[in-house]
Structures are given as structure tokens and as C-alpha cells.
């Protein structure tokens, strides 16, 4: 098996029911099929006030047996990660896997108008899209006007 992380910034009072969540999300995956397996999880701190937590749980994926319907549940895992730690005020864009397929689509969301900012940004420091290309749906800064798209990403059901 290899090891994958999942992460959110989490405030504390959020950190158990954000622990609850995800461990019920991998339970879930691991009575679907064997290929996954709940490694644990661990919070700590970055800031003096103890407020934000850098929230992990690591799954073990058993790779020479992911197959596409695995791979499809983890994908979906990922995503409910993700909306759980969202649903419970926390931030995925502030950690390293939100850029990944499953997740990606809910930058938007939890950014609102701030990613509106970023493709500005992106555009203005990065006009022809080679640093990073493809992350975080900043590649939507170089296909014009792009209101309808954002609204129906940060519309979407969770």
C-alpha cells in the first residue's frame, strides 16, 4: 500500500466534528473494497493562537489494485473530504490537495469573489499559463469571460 494525505485548515472547535467526518468517509470506502485502508489522522497547529489546525488524514491505497470503479470511489472520497472540512468552516485551498481532481472544483466555491482575484492574478503575472499549468482551475484565466462557468462551480451541490 502507499500512503495519501488529505488536508484542510481547520479551527479547533471544528476538529472533532471534522475527524468524525472523515473517518466515516474512509470507513465507508474500506466496506466498499479492501484497496483502502484508514491510516489515521493527525492535527496541529501553525499559529500561536492554536485557532487554525492543519487537519490530515492519511489513507493507505492499495495501488496494484485501484482500479477504475476504486479509483472513481476515491476520487468521490476526496471530494466529500473536502465539502466536509468546507460544511465545517475550514479551508482546503490552504493546504497542498485541492488542486487535485476531486477537490479542485470547490476552490471557487470556498474562495468566492477572492478567485475571481486569483485568475486575475494569474493572467497579469502568467500570461502564457507556464507556471503551474493546470492547477487549481486557474487555467479558466485564459478562457475569457468565464462568470457563467464560475457560478455554476461555485453553485454545484456538494
Known amino acids: 500500500m502507499s500512503w495519501h494525505c488529505e488536508d484542510a485548515a481547520v479551527s479547533y472547535t471544528h476538529v472533532p466534528a471534522v475527524t468524525k467526518a472523515w473517518h466515516g468517509i474512509v470507513a465507508d470506502l474500506r466496506r466498499r473494497t479492501d484497496v ?30 485501484l482500479d477504475d470503479d476504486a479509483w472513481a470511489m476515491w476520487v468521490r472520497a476526496k471530494r466529500d473530504i473536502a465539502a466536509a472540512a468546507l460544511a465545517h468552516g475550514g479551508s482546503i485551498s490552504a493546504c497542498h490537495g485541492s488542486c487535485r481532481d476531486g477537490e479542485v472544483d470547490l476552490v471557487p466555491r470556498e474562495l468566492g469573489g477572492g478567485f475571481d482575484v486569483m485568475l486575475g492574478v494569474k493572467r497579469l503575472l502568467d500570461p502564457n499559463n507556464i507556471m503551474n499549468p493546470g492547477k487549481y482551475l486557474l487555467d479558466l484565466a485564459y478562457q475569457g469571460d468565464v462568470s457563467a462557468q464560475l457560478a455554476e462551480l461555485k453553485a454545484a451541490p456538494v
Open 36 to 65: 483502502f485502508d484508514d491510516w489515521g489522522m493527525f492535527a496541529y497547529t501553525s499559529a500561536d493562537t492554536g485557532v487554525d489546525y492543519l487537519t490530515e488524514i492519511d489513507v493507505g491505497i492499495w495501488e496494484q489494485r
